[in-house]
């Protein structure tokens, strides 16, 4: 495997690592899409409305760490669900599946010392309510609400142990339609704020309505 990294080199490697993941994501979201699809297609026919939805986004996160700040690339899949149709037809519960694409490196003060360290965010699990407005027959705005569970760890001695927070998270997006079902989405949400560290991404993705 070293062997295989060396011929490849780090541009070579980080593109492969972004293959990978953008792999991994889309089988996720296809075992969730198969899960799902027959309970959400006998509930549409009866309804006859969308209860349910998928999405895929590239998140660029800022994470604050002991007083330095980092910059690593996430990938994130989502899965909502409508389950008050008729009753509150714009409120959803929708749960994140996020994971490291790309680390960032940055100086941090160990005693009198300066060095540097590369910080990772593994992953983070959250699950959140979505309440959603229509500015036009083409905008949607819509908050969320939720609580995220995050872990990061580093390369050095002070970060090599994997550090897991969860907080409240709290986020706000907008969609607009695209053709055949699927909407483009950009959308800011604070994933943890804790004393060990803080993490808020900024996401640009699809999604796709069941």
Known sequence: MFMFIGF?????????????????LICILMLGLTLSSPVIAADNDAEGQEEAYIG?????????????????VIARARLGVNLFTNIMPKISLESHL????????????????????TLTLNYFLGLYGRASMDLSDTITAYGLV????????GDTEVLARGDTESSLSLGVGGLIQLPFGFDGFIEVTQLVSDNNFDAMAIGLGIMHKL
């Open 8 to 24: 490849c080199g780090p541009q070579r490697w980080q593109a492969y690592k972004l293959f990978n993941s953008m792999i991994t």
């Open 56 to 72: 895929a986004d590239v998140g660029f996160v800022t994470l604050d760490v002991q007083g330095a700040t980092y910059n690593p």
């Open 98 to 117: 996020g994971f490291n694409v790309t680390d960032d490196t940055n100086a941090i003060r160990v005693g009198a010392q300066q060095i540097d360290a």
């Open 146 to 153: 939720g609580f995220t569970t995050a872990q990061i760890s």
